[in-house]
């Protein structure tokens, strides 16, 4: 399997990723976490980030705020998470956070955000840290009149950039002076895969068990309804997961097994292809003999959870004439990361957007789980280790509305003709199946 060609990316940008010396991780100082996520049921204003329970840890802010806090976890440090910074606007209000974490008055309090550049919020008396693992702000074709919409501009009070990824682009602060910025080493990157690999996979973890179904079954109350649709998708996702029987099924009747891909989807990104690319599988009538598609949303929030039903329900109206292609598609989140170690055996491949803003953070996370990747819908040739499996050859307009106005896009992506030989270039690809290696410790 390829690995992402960190050096050459690092010569390009000038940059490495040493040991951390950035000083607003002084060892003395509270550290408090918040990001624009969903929390399910969470216990506070302020409290340790081991007790947030997340609701997938595969990709996004969740996952990138788990695996820093448990690389500081390793060297004896806690994060404590504060869902909404802004309530702490005066001095009198920080007594609630020396009760909930023991903070003493004489250490100071470091706020990291975690999350794109136009979501980045500040804590107040508080040094600033934003930690991006995003490379490029997408940028709109029509002006918005927010300071913040553009996603390269930070708040005045912002004062360090911690990256896991080099930026293409640098960020400014509002008023146009720079921000200091440092790579994160590796460890911030997969400390929480290497924490769950040496943990108990039947321990009971506190959160919920798998949310997976198919299009053919999809209920839009899946996706908000939490543990209680629970017991109703169990039987649901047997399909889904069962992709590792149906191939022993396949080889001892000498045909060809199925192919089952993962497909990342960053519902934060306004120029994300991936409703554009299931509907036009949808409407060519499904994928096709021998593949299966498992679509996995991240960075879920109020305003953007609406777009996962929106897209599954017009595949299903697309798919009215194939029915049955509406078992090949899928929708999942896994909130334990005990049960993303198994991913390399549910799936021969990714496809990953090449112009997703954070693309190298997502293709590393699938290399650490051992999931091969592919990139799709590059707009041409470039210098990326991984080969293109299929070029751009399309270009759609999208359109964005929410709290920075209206905006307009334009995406690169693929036309019915090149998904199918995105389809013939991915079995190509693939591999002859091997048996399946057990990552767990």
């Known amino acids: 399997m390829a690995q992402p060609d960190r050096p050459a990316r690092t010569a390009r940008h000038g940059t490495t990723r ?14 408090l976490a918040s990001a624009p996520f969903v929390i399910a049921d969470p216990p506070g204003a302020v409290f340790p980030f081991r007790r947030c329970r997340v609701r997938q840890t595969l990709f996004g802010w969740e996952a990138q705020l788990q695996a820093f806090a448990q690389a500081l976890a390793a060297t004896g440090r806690e994060v404590f998470f504060v869902p909404a910074p802004e309530i702490f606007a005066s001095l009198p209000s920080f007594r609630h956070i020396a009760d909930a974490t023991g903070w003493n008055e004489a250490a100071e309090i470091v706020h990291l955000r975690f999350g794109p550049a136009c979501c980045a919020r500040v804590l107040k008396t508080a040094r600033n840290a934003l930690v991006l693992a995003e490379t490029m702000p997408r940028t ?6 927010h300071p913040f919409a553009r996603g390269d501009r930070l708040p005045a009070a912002t004062e360090r950039l911690l990256l896991y990824q080099p930026l293409a682009a640098p960020l400014l602060r509002i008023d146009g002076s720079a921000v200091p910025c440092e790579i994160l080493p590796s460890a911030f990157s997969d400390a929480d895969l290497a924490a769950a690999a040496g943990r108990d996979p039947t321990a009971e973890t506190g959160v ?35 992709a590792r029987s149906l191939r022993v099924i396949a080889r001892e009747r000498g045909e060809m097994p199925p192919v089952q891909i993962m497909l990342p989807w960053n519902l934060a990104d306004p120029a994300s292809i991936v409703p554009d690319l299931v509907g036009k599988f949808a409407g060519a009538g499904g994928l096709g003999p021998g593949f299966r598609l498992v679509v996995f949303p991240y960075n879920e929030t109020p305003e953007t959870s609406a777009k996962i039903a929106a897209m599954i329900a017009a595949a299903r109206t697309a798919l009215t004439l194939h029915p049955s292609g509406l078992r090949h598609f899928f929708v ?30 997502n293709e590393e996370r699938l290399a650490a789980l051992g999931v091969p990747v592919g990139v799709i819908a590059a707009p041409c040739a470039g210098e990326d280790a991984i080969p293109c499996l299929a070029p751009a050859d399309a270009e759609i307009m999208l359109t ?24 013939a270039n991915t079995r ?3 591999r002859p199946a091997a048996a399946p290696v057990r990552r767990r410790a």
Do not use: M, Y
């Open 332 to 361: 999942a989140r896994i909130p334990r990361l005990e049960d993303a170690l198994e991913l390399a055996e549910w799936f021969e491949i990714a496809w990953l957007e090449a112009a997703a803003p954070d693309r190298w953070w």
């Open 208 to 242: 919920a068990e798998w949310l997976v179904c198919s299009f053919a079954e999809f209920d839009d109350a899946t996706f908000d309804a939490g543990e209680r649709q629970v017991g109703k998708n169990a039987a649901r996702s047997l399909d889904w997961r069962g």
């Open 140 to 145: 709109p074709l029509t002006p918005s009149h």
């Open 400 to 423: 964005a509305a929410d709290a920075f106005g209206e905006r307009l896009f334009a995406a690169a992506t693929l036309s019915p003709r090149a998904l199918a030989a995105l389809l």
């Open 18 to 31: 040493g040991t951390l010396t950035a000083g607003v991780l002084a060892p003395r100082a509270l550290l």
């Open 428 to 430: 190509a690809r693939l």
